[in-house]
């Protein structure tokens, strides 16, 4: 008995010494400001900073290897607490949400073919899609599956539409559309010119009710100038000078061009 | 005549040849429009060496050849080149450059075209390899690899057989059996010519025994040379895949990827390559049309026609008497690896062998069950794959998980598809992760 807990009592004191002494001589620094990172990230891991999880990027903050607001998700709050925790000035991140730049719904866009298979954008838009215009949304929702925040959903007519309180800017669904539609824009700037198609105005008329004909109405009615031809077939808006004026909605003669606000609005009426 | 093992995976599958089988090969004339693809064969795209507005003449060479794998491109008819400008290319499945020639009708030929003989005893090597490399000679089976590049094999290798593939596999076409049963004489000589621009002693005609008619005609034509033989087998899909065959034929078995037919020994050629050398060689036409089926219970008239490079499938379905019915499908290729397309008006490529037109009632799909692990895909995969595991990391996107099953390995030969119970898209899933793996890895090597 008493030879017993002599023994265990001996063995035990000098592993102990030798841990102790190993936690010592192994020790592995490591910058606490990492954890305290970790803790005021979102911790969805959703990819959108372009590191693989929140972890990774706390690491990266913490080494200098990504700015303080490199998390689209927190925004500015976050941003924050990370610069404070980092010691230095927040840099105002402009939360960004996504907006699917077409309306090629059934009624709007002619569809040449029909399609069964694989339930993914990316094999339908192998096989060139079923719409007339190739540069439409392909309608599998693709993006859907992409978002961890429940935040776009397929709309009844076939287009997915933007949770825009939901979304928190990752971008994940900007990725997963094959066609490149969906982009991320300030979540402040409300009117958005809602086509993609580089073709030519006549061959977009036939495609789709709704496309861009490249008729320049909205560059010449644009009271800031911030709206400009792309490749000389697509107008687009450069989103640095928009004011939301709204102008451009009225002038545009095939309701390419819509306004948040006034969608809302035609949501609650 | 070599005695065929049965090799392992594959199906029996049913072979509808009858449909077009009995059909002679037709002349399918000059159609309004020609749309000839810069990327229409394995390698790297042929570059333009005219100008919209240039007037061209048949046979005259209008795309050269660009880096170690490719393949030059020559104007099927006489005619104006209309534009060169991108237009979807279905096999790609994306948007890709093509010369758009309006053909002027007069069918003239290119003044500089100059036939070689039909004498092999005086052609040297070096002149049916350089013959091969300026007709744009790819491999009409299908895959379109560009054929100059098979016949110089790197000097380590060596070669001892070279097998002609007959087979034709895919259910359906009968593009290769109508060439074989009119044209063996040719053939025979193209494919000589060809074993002797790889330097081969040993030469083997492959044909499945679903096509009696062409096995006798071959067989007599290639009865004077004791240099080759024929090969019956039975009638298995997919038998006609290069790897399959060689293992059929030869016993031999290729290594995996990047594992070549050359590993072994063995260069494969498809018996329309064979006679689109005989062609240049005897008339110095280089390759500017090729046999193509148009059947399926959705056309008319299921024919077989001599069709220009370039000319538009809805030419072509008009030919056989337009469709039948509502149609429910049309497909370039046969039922297991052809593509459907949304649009009539692309044209025919290099390597299409036929343009399949299924009724709507033949393509009505039914609900996609859950996998049922009964690994009837496994058993199936002709190359030895686990379809089973690789569709599931690709329909959930697990990339990596999926390249480490050897996802790049697939043929695509649709056998797994064939055979599910459950009805699951597999080799679709499957097709789609390679596509993505390959566009990743066209990315990392841009970086």
Known sequence: ?269 | MVKARRGSGGVPVPDKKELSGRMPIEDAGIPAELTLFLSQHTGAPSKPLVNVGDEVKRGQKIAEAQGAVSACLHAPTSGKVKAIEPRYQPVLGRESDAIVIAPDGEHALYEGLAPVGDDLEAISQDKIREVVRESGLVGLGGAAFPTAVKLQPPPDKKIDTYLLNGAECEPYLTADQKLMEEAAQDIVFGFRALMKGAGVEKGIICIEDNKPDAIRAMEEAAKPYPELEVAVLSHRYPRGGEKQLIEAVLGREVPPPPGLPLDVGVIVSNVGTAHALAVALKTGLPLVERIVSVTGEGVARPSNFRALIGTPVSYLIEKAGGFSGKPGKVILGGPMMGVAVKDTDVPVLKGTSGVLVLPAQAVKSEPVLPCVRCGRCVEACPMRLLPVWMAAYAENGYLEEAEKMRVMDCCECGVCSYVCPSRRPLTQSIRLAKSQIAAKRRAAAKK
């Open chain 1, 1 to 269: 008995m008493v030879s017993a807990i002599i023994s265990l009592g001996l063995s035990g004191l000098v592993i102990g010494i030798l841990l102790a002494y190993a936690a010592h001589k192994f020790k592995v620094e490591t910058d606490p400001r990492v954890a305290e990172i970790i803790s005021v990230l979102p911790g969805a891991n959703c990819g959108g900073c372009g590191f693989p999880g929140c972890a990774a990027l706390a690491q990266a903050i913490a080494e200098g290897k990504a700015a303080t607001n490199a998390c689209v998700v927190g925004g500015s709050k976050v941003a924050e607490m990370i610069a404070k925790i980092m010691g230095v000035e927040s840099e105002a991140a402009e939360p960004v949400v996504a907006v699917v730049y077409c309306q090629g719904n059934c009624d709007n866009a002619v569809i040449s073919a029909e399609y069964e298979g694989l339930e993914d954008c990316h094999a339908l838009h192998a096989l060139g899609g079923t719409k007339k215009c190739s540069y439409s949304c392909v309608g599998l929702g693709s993006c859907v599956k992409a978002c961890v925040f429940d935040a776009i959903h397929m709309g009844e007519d076939g287009i997915p539409v933007v949770d825009r309180e939901k979304c928190t800017g990752c971008g994940a669904c900007a990725k997963a559309c094959p066609r490149g539609i969906i982009e991320m824009v300030p979540a402040s700037k409300k009117v958005h010119i809602l086509c993609r198609s580089y073709d030519k105005g006549p061959v977009t008329r036939k495609n789709c009710k709704v496309g861009c004909i490249a008729c320049q109405a909205c560059v010449r009615a644009c009271p800031q100038k911030t709206i400009f031809m792309d490749r000389g077939t697509l107008a687009k808006i450069d989103y640095k000078g928009c004011d939301n004026c709204g102008i451009c909605v009225t002038k545009c003669p095939v309701k390419t061009i819509k306004s948040y606000e006034e969608k809302a609005e035609a949501a609650a009426s």
